[in-house]
């Protein structure tokens, strides 16, 4: 979350300071305004929610992009991880068997099967037609017949059935099966990989440079996700809105360059840049149309002043000049 901290009071009382200090009315065509002095403020939070096993930042500290501002205990995480891993192993040993096929000694004892199976069914055959003559000859009796053709077609299916399972072993699994377990590893792999990112936010970096102005949250807390854990503030540069008359903000020009001075130290002045000039008035109402009140039109045009010395602090007034 971006923020800027904003320690002006209300919309008119700004006004009403900025109109008394005369803005516009600067000798040698300098545009002379007041305003406060605001720093960029980051928030960092939570990510995901736990204990704080550890803060690595304090109020004060100075912190780089990347740093480690604390650290959300995870060990459940570290265990869901291991078991997400291990289902991603055992998506993976079915696919391969799925595409290795049968192993050949599964396929070797098939055949055997299938050898077996067609003798005793060549044999079974040789003895039905034998028996069918003998038959039709009233040289063996119906009951013999019927034995026979019953062990015939009792081993023709046995063959048919290993038959058929050399053929499924030969080609172990259909495309769509295939498809399926290889879907499953996927599946599989993204939830070992969510749970990776879930360690990996249980360890919360800075996402930008800055000085941490203010922690809600100490070691040891319940936090949740969005929790605010620490608030930077970037105060290599800071940031001054001042206000500018209808009839001068035609010579405001963004990048224009302005000096800065506070009551602290009234003999420097620090350097600042025009970077923003707010399209809106404000103030006034819209609605106001006689010659002398459209005068008091007031435009916002932000500053950002280089704060290198560490002199300036969010908060303080300041007074600055646009030549």
Excluded: W
Excluded at 19 to 27: A, P, Q, T, W
Excluded at 76 to 86: I, P, S, V
Excluded at 253 to 281: C, H, K, M
């Amino acid at each position: 979350m971006r923020t800027i901290l904003r320690t002006i009071g209300t919309a008119a009382a700004a006004a009403s300071f900025f109109l008394l200090n005369g803005c516009g009315n600067g000798s040698g065509g300098a545009i002379e305004a007041s305003g406060t002095l605001e720093a960029v403020e980051v928030s960092v939070s939570a990510r995901t929610p736990g204990q704080l096993e550890r803060m690595a930042a304090r109020e004060g500290s100075v912190l780089r992009a990347g740093d480690t501002v604390a650290v959300i205990e995870h060990e459940t995480l570290r265990l869901q991880l291991r078991q997400a891993e291990a289902g991603v192993a055992l998506a993976m040993s079915q696919l391969d068997l799925l595409r290795n096929g049968a192993r050949s000694e599964d396929l070797a004892a098939a055949e055997q099967v299938l050898r077996q199976a067609e003798s005793a069914f060549r044999t079974a055959a040789s003895d039905f037609e034998r028996i069918k003559e003998l038959y039709a000859s009233a040289s063996v009796p119906k009951k013999q017949y019927e034995d026979a053709e019953s062990r015939r077609t009792i081993t023709e299916a046995q063959y048919n059935a290993a038959s058929q399972n050399l053929l499924k072993l030969r080609r172990f699994a259909r495309p769509e099966e295939v498809a399926a377990a290889s879907a499953r590893v996927e599946q599989a792999k993204a939830a070992a990989d969510l749970i990776r990112r879930q360690i990996a936010d249980a360890v919360v970096l800075a996402p930008a440079a800055g000085t941490v102005t203010y922690q809600p949250a100490e070691q040891g807390e319940l936090v949740g996700t969005g929790a605010v854990l620490v608030r930077l503030s970037q105060l290599e540069s800071l940031e001054l809105m001042i206000y500018v008359n209808e009839t001068e903000l035609g010579r405001v020009t963004l990048g224009a360059a302005a000096e800065v001075s506070i009551d602290t130290f009234p003999d420097r002045t620090y350097e600042a840049q025009v970077v923003y000039i707010s399209p809106n008035a404000e103030f006034t109402p819209r609605n106001v149309q006689t010659k002398d009140e459209r005068t008091k039109l007031v435009f916002g045009v932000k500053l950002r002043v280089d704060n290198a010395s560490g002199d300036l602090k969010p908060g303080m007034p300041a007074d600055a000049v646009l030549r």
